[in-house]
């Protein structure tokens, strides 16, 4: 058969706990990030963009919406004829079935879904990070290097240091030591959750990972210190640019605020280089007499009465006369009536905000809302649901449910 | 499913757009920050459930060809049917005349090949958004021939010189057709939306080709009044005419007005256009921005005042655009001043500049102009 290169793979199986409210329906790549793309947007579009056109999407937690949202692929292309993007959810084998027990298993129980293929390579991705990266530059260094495996790693402050994965490299760039979350780490270069594997390679210490008792069939985990421990060559691909995970409320809430910075960090404008994403049938957006828009991005189909400052607006949201909206993230669909205060908000799809409605006011207790998935004085409003007039939210709050006037 | 098929006949006849339709046929002219007026009768036909939709066009087609592409927007991208793009045949160094029967000569093959028992009829320069559905409803209950949609302009209305409009009796019988009056007796204009059984069309076409003839209006409707029976239906919503520069520009302003635009594109029929995948409009600190309607991609600096802003626009720090439409990927430089100017794509205006037109003859900037 017709051999392809290289194959991908995304991990889009976790739930993301940490994002609290907001992946309570729907798995954390299928978030909605930056006015109008869900997380998994940048997996994906990188991956074409670099070239990669056969790739499994892993799912397990809830997996609906983003099974939904890929369809048949063709929002990034990738409805071909040979190859283009498939979703593998855990299945039914002859004797057993079981659910993806780790990052390293859900690859291994589908060894069969790659080998179809048969390609020299492997690149596995999360579903979960913030980047624009060309995998194929990767690939080429992976394959100049004779390596059997290839980690992209990035700097991190040596303060944030212990909470990655972390490599220690020689000068020629080769891993001679890995770490996760080292108390007292050795080096700052993270891995990014980007590894190319030689298939070869790769499928046997998946397959030997399987039988190992006690595993955690986890790639940093297990299957990278196994390589590392027989002397496998793995190299470290330094990438620079920008990078975020956006594992919690608030580097999902950083991560948006990163596209209002001017020149932006991430530069979403690069023609040759543009995150697909499934486009909204909506005309373009309505500025009133009145309003007053700045520094905030807006997407197609909003409606804007009041003041913006700072926001994410994705499509098809209305903000009220006389309210007032700032470092805030609106998710689709998202109402505001008049008058109402949103200060540093992240509010979930579809949800309606009355008048006088406050949200982000330090002086309002919110006891009864407090969550340990906020911080840094955000608030997070569920999707789905309604905050009747005069209804006020404090900071760190977390609603889940409709409140009454 | 609905028992029709789409012919769509666009041509740059009998409209006066100056530069706008030089460079592409009036169907492919962007409209409303992200649309081409081909949208509006496109999602139409497909809203009203028709899966079989050709598009008979004369000259300047490209535009209309690049943005239609294999029908995907409008899900007419089909095994069985779809959209079929039907360009003039070229009989020896001539390009044929442009009148409808010519165009619908061109297209016998196609009517032929389709199975569909009705065909909706249509120019491709009107913004509505309506359902054909139950104007062939109300064709089949009158057992009508042809049935001819319209609405009803106010007699002093200066478009409605340049309609073709219909002296209708309460039956709903078309007794009578004029067609560019100086002094229009009848407010009913013809939308030049027209419903017809597919076998006759053919056979109409046939006869009025032998002939010699042209005009659909003047040579078939007009002649056949007595030997055919046409209805007239009546269509409540919103319309605009797109034939001349003014016409344009207004239209484009009433996008502005909460209840048109809802109207047009806030209902359970959504209008589709092709997608560019740009990413949200970004305002920054200088962004003053008052009525007007602004699409994706866009960065505002400066000051936009009831305007309509397509994709990819740049407007820069201390410029000023009034009562404008800036298409896509216009950039207008930092202290640039424009007021009733239309900006076709991908011009450039560097710093400083200033133009203003006026509301009843707003100025033009060809595509790609550089000042």
Redesign the interface.
Known sequence: MKATKCVAMILAGGQGSRLGILTSKVAKPAVTF???YRIIDFALSNCVHSGISTIGVLTQYKPLELNTYIGNG?TWDLDRNDGGVFVLPPYQKEETGEWYKGTANAIYQNIEFVDQYNPEHVVILSGDHIYKMDYNKMMQYHEEKGAAATIAVIPVPWEEASRFGIMETDGEGTITRFAEKPKEPKSNLASMGVYVFKWSALKEYLIRDEKTPGSENDFGKNIIPAMLDDGQKLTAYGFEGYWKDVGTVQSLWEANMDL?S?PPILD??DADW????R?P????????????????????GC?IYGDVKNC??SEGVTVGKGSVVEDSILFPGVTIGENTVVKKAIIGSDTTLGNNVVIGDKSVDSKEFESKYCSADISLIGGNITLGDNVKIGVNAMVTKTVEA | MTDAMGIILTRNQDVRMNELTQVRDISALPFAGRYRLIDFVLSNMVNSGIINVGIATHVNYSSLMDHVGSGKPWDLNRKNYGLFMLPPQVRGASLGAAGDVDLLHNVLTYLHRSKQKYVVLTGANIVCNMSYNDAIKFHEEKGADITVIYNEMDLNDPQLKKCTTFDVNTAGKVVGIHHNLSEPVSGNAGMDVYIIERTKLQALIEDAYAKGSHSFINDILRTSMDSLDICAYKYEGFVGRIDSVVSYYDNNMKMLDCAVRNEIFAGKNPVYTKVKDQVPTKYLEGAKVKNSLIADGCIIDGEVENSIIFRGVHIAKGASVKNCIVMQNSVIQERCDLENVVVDKECTLRTGKRLVGQPTYPVILPKRTLI
């Open positions: 930056g006015g109008k063709s209002l001017d979403m404008y543009r995150i697909f994403s486009n049938v909506k005309p373009p957006h309505y500025v009133a007499d009145g309003a007053s828009v700045t520094n905030t991005c807006i997407t197609e409606n994410i607006l």
